[in-house]
């Protein structure tokens, strides 16, 4: 990531779109910043997200854990979270700071791990945990961002920008704030 960013630095009015957000809005903040280096922390490891759709939609297995709840999630993911369904629902019309302000809601953030994640809890064959199997496997692969966060040498004074998906922000917030090593400061605070 750094080596792209200091790419960037060269011609930083050039659009970067190969890493997404990372390099689209990251890159510019950045470089407002005065930073002269930044920090890939993901750790891409293979889960999916689909195997409660794949059991559902193969007639030789049957979801044996909670169906109806894995499906109602899948159906009607806003269904529990009636405060941001409508405001979720007009996304596409929000401006860039509107959309950046609603995502990183708390509530956005339960509902996205719930939506991606935690609905696999509700899925199994018989005494075979696959859901949670799947589940873990993001759960495990956000403890090991979290720790290459941890790796990042830092002093009480450094201010850090993370940018991930909102699932994975769902976790590492839990992480940040329970941690004496950092002070979580609420997002919403810059967004307006």
Do not use: C, W
Request: no cysteine; aromatic share 10%; glycine share 4%.
């Amino acid at each position: 990531m750094n080596k792209v960013y200091q790419e960037f630095l060269k011609n930083p009015s050039e659009l970067n779109t190969q890493y997404g957000e990372l390099s689209m809005v990251g890159f510019d903040v950045a470089e407002m910043s005065g930073l002269n280096k930044v920090y890939g922390i993901d750790n891409h490891m293979g889960y999916n997200y689909s195997v409660g759709n794949f059991i559902e939609n193969s007639p030789e297995l049957t979801n044996t854990i909670d169906p109806a709840t894995y499906l109602e999630i899948t159906n009607n993911p806003l269904k529990a979270y009636p405060e941001i369904e409508n405001r979720n629902n007009n996304f596409d019309n929000l401006s860039l700071l509107e959309k950046l302000a609603l995502i990183n809601e708390p509530i956005m953030l339960d509902y996205s791990l719930n939506a991606n994640t935690d609905k696999l809890f509700y899925v199994g064959i018989d005494d075979n945990f696959i859901g949670a199997d799947h589940a873990a496997l993001f759960y495990h692969r956000n403890i090991k961002i979290y720790s290459k966060l941890n790796l990042i040498k830092m002093n009480k004074n450094d201010r850090v920008l993370i940018l991930m998906g909102s699932a994975h922000m769902a976790m590492l917030r839990e992480f940040i704030m329970r941690s004496p090593k950092f002070e979580m400061v609420n997002s919403l605070d810059y967004l307006k």
